[in-house]
């Protein structure tokens, strides 16, 4: 990047950045996601590095964002209250570690692992065993002073033990801090929407934005009422509201009154009556700690408040010291961000989607909230018998949760909304796309539209249509079918032969080869075989044996769709519900179109194979139910023709002699396996044998 490029950009991401931080500290809102804002910010990071000559005191890199507000007095903090890098991937996990390790110069570190809090951080002091004052992070150097409003958390005590300073290794402290994060537990925040509902007032968009705005609250009777929570982790003691630094000459020892260890200030935490998350865990190494960071995030969806990671901290005191921070993070830390995530937001109305496959599942239109990185409006609502469970309405605040999988689910109703008595969202009985009457497929609790000629299924039918054991169309997979039907290119699997190579050429990320490639591809699906063109049409309930048997009964699609019910279920692994299936796809206009389209363009042919209808009934033949093997060459034909004769005549045909065989057809130069025949007293068949068995049956090669 050119010089003064460069310059711009590193000033409006300053400026940008700087914005989100106003808004999100001093206002407790935040118009994009975290992970967006630390891209932002590693931007910046980057080009400061590549550009030192454009480095400022000002930039937000160097500092860290205020939420300093107007009207409350502030105060310095004892020490600088700082936040730890964030990380939302396990690989940086382990680059952690290797850097600590490395600057320690030993492997044998101790590590801890505590919930991160999604909520707002809060220095407490305490003088001579009692309540002193309470700050909120400020900028990090100085604080706003919320002592009244702190004071009137339940947890936190006006006096401690009279044996407080007991907790403190070695004596003498008398005065020290506490820092931790002050939360709304999810229940307590549905209660007090509810109440604010009551009243009309607008709804608290999240817990961890009602949490700011009550601390900034001036009516302490008020912050007592909303019941906020908070969990404390760490502890250290003060000299003159200031926290004493290392003794000379060794800068690494802890001073007098500080723990050895972050276990320690837990503990000493816990003893003085202080509220303690209860999950830690104790790591040695990024294995431990992956494990560790796993187990709370399967525990994340079971607790009453939000968390949005773990954090990770180097276990002892003195090695903290020898990490030191930067001006912006301590070194010794980290804080792992989870990528899924829970958000509450308001369900404005269910809409209905058919899927690939015809199931329909109501979707949560949402007002939109940020998720896991990106912005949510819409979620999954998985099915009706769960919705009905669930008793979710319009209006409902709903928490939504984003998983492994790329779609947000709404996990539960967090705040029914009853006003105006809004009614259950009815359960539909037609397709919305097709209009054609839904079926209840009870054993998945899904809704289904049967219809195999349903707009919405297309995607599906394509994907199928071009698939391996299909029409089998070389580079175009799943991506480039959904870009071509996003492009209005498709309208059914023929259309495929009218696709223009110019318009591929010019999509995004295309270029010559690959569409020559795609056409390529097509024009050499004609030559798939019969029953692979057959199976590519997606007749329900058709799969490739029923495409085999049926390709072997008939010569082409033309004679296929001119058999009737009853000749179709007279063949094997047909049966009557298969047959009704075939003949209603194939004699439905829409069957019709898609079959004379596909002869149109080349894909069928008029007769796809040699083999002349079958006369005599399959059943009736010798071949017809009976295991057959074929080992040795012919000389009258092909093996795969011969396979085909045979399938077509109702036999199947296996690799390998075993118990189950009923005839081996043996060939020149038939070896084992005419061998293991004999010993399991199969019956074994050369190739005069099998050609006359075949003229019997009408088949002459
Ligand atoms: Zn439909």
């Known amino acids: 990047m050119e010089r003064q490029k ?159 300073a007991e907790a403190f290794p070695g004596g003498g402290v008398r005065e020290f801090e506490i820092r931790g994060e002050a939360y709304l537990s999810l229940g307590r925040f549905a209660r007090l929407n509810t109440a604010r509902e009551k009243e009309s007032l607008p709804l608290l968009a999240n817990p961890r934005n009602a949490t700011a705005g009550t601390l900034k609250t001036l009516d302490t009777q008020e912050v007592r009422r909303r019941g906020l929570s908070v969990f404390f982790y760490q502890i250290f003691p003060l000299a003159d509201g200031k926290r004493p630094g290392p003794t000379e000459p060794d800068p690494f020892t802890p001073a007098a009154g500080e723990f050895p260890d972050h276990q320690a200030e837990l503990e000493a935490l816990r003893r003085l009556g202080l509220p303690v998350n209860p999950f830690l865990r104790v790591a040695h190494g990024p294995d431990e700690l992956l494990t560790h960071l796993a187990e709370l995030e399967e525990l994340r969806a079971g607790l009453d408040y939000q968390i949005d990671g773990a954090v990770i901290k180097v276990d002892s005191r003195a090695d903290q010291l020898r990490l030191k921070s930067t001006a912006k993070a301590p070194r010794w830390g980290l804080a792992f961000k989870f990528a899924a995530e829970q958000a509450v937001t308001t369900l404005r109305a269910v809409t209905l989607q058919v899927g690939r496959t015809g199931v329909i599942t109501p979707v949560a239109e949402l007002e939109p909230v940020s998720l896991a990185g990106t ?63 839904v079926v209840r497929d009870e054993l998945a609790a899904a809704l289904r539209c049967r219809n195999p000629f349903c707009p919405a299924v297309l995607a599906g039918r394509l994907r199928l249509f071009v698939g391996r054991d299909a029409a089998d169309i070389d580079g175009l997979g799943g991506q480039s079918l959904d870009l071509f039907l996003e492009q209005g290119f498709l ?74 019910w009853d000749e179709l279920a007279a063949l094997r692994d047909v049966g009557p519900i298969v047959a009704r299936l075939v003949v209603d796809f194939l004699n439905a206009p829409a069957g019709r179109a898609l079959v004379r389209d596909l002869l149109a363009v080349g894909f069928f042919r008029q007769e796809e194979n040699a083999l002349p209808a079958v006369e005599a009934a399959p059943g009736d033949n010798w071949f017809a139910g009976k295991t057959v093997v074929l080992t040795g060459t012919l000389a009258s ?34 070896g084992s396996k005419r061998k293991k025949a004999r010993e399991l007293g199969v019956t074994v068949v050369d190739e005069a044998a099998f050609l006359r068995h075949l003229a019997d049956a009408g088949i002459t090669p």
């Open 6 to 164: 460069a310059r711009r950009r590193i000033e409006s991401l300053r400026e940008e950045i700087a914005r989100h931080n106003q808004l999100y500290y001093a206002e407790g809102r935040s118009r994009i996601s975290d992970r967006q804002y630390d891209s932002l910010y590693a931007e910046l990071v980057a080009l400061e590095e590549a550009w030192p000559e454009f480095q400022s005191e000002d930039s937000p890199t160097r500092r860290v964002g205020s939420d300093r507000s107007e009207n409350f007095p502030s105060a310095p903090h004892s020490d600088a209250m700082l936040s730890l890098q964030n990380s939302y991937d396990p690989r940086e996990v382990a680059a952690f570690v290797q850097r600590v390790s490395r600057e320690l110069k030993r492997d044998q570190v101790s590590y801890t692992v505590e919930p991160k809090m999604d909520g707002v951080a809060v220095a407490v002091r305490y003088r001579d065993g009692r309540f002193h004052m309470a700050l909120t992070r400020g900028d990090g150097r100085q604080g706003d002073v919320i002592s009244a409003n702190v004071a009137s958390f339940a947890q936190v005590p006006a006096e401690l033990p009279r044996d407080w």
């Open 375 to 437: 912005t949510v409006s819409r979620a999954t609502l998985h099915n009706w018998t769960d919705m009905g469970r669930k008793d979710i309405r319009p209006g409902d605040q709903l928490v939504v949760v984003k998983g492994g999988d790329i779609i947000p689910k709404v996990l539960r109703v967090l705040l029914p909304n009853r006003q105006g008595a809004p009614r259950p969202v009815p359960v539909p009985t037609h397709c919305p796309v097709c209009a054609e009457p």
């Open 491 to 564: 309208t059914g699997p023929a259309d495929l032969w009218r696709l223009e190579r110019q318009k591929l050429v010019d999509l995004p990320g295309w270029g010559e080869l690959s569409a020559d490639r795609v056409l390529a591809g097509v024009r050499a699906a004609a030559d798939r075989p019969w029953e692979a063109k057959l199976y590519a049409l997606g007749i329900p309930q058709v799969g490739v044996t029923t495409a085999r048997t049926l390709a072997g009964a008939y010569a082409g699609i033309r004679q296929l769709a001119a058999a009737s």
């Open 637 to 670: 034909m092909g093996r795969s023709a011969a396979r085909k004769h045979m399938e077509g005549l109702g036999a199947k045909v296996t690799g390998s002699v075993t118990g189950k065989t009923d005839v081996l057809i043996a060939g020149e130069k038939a």
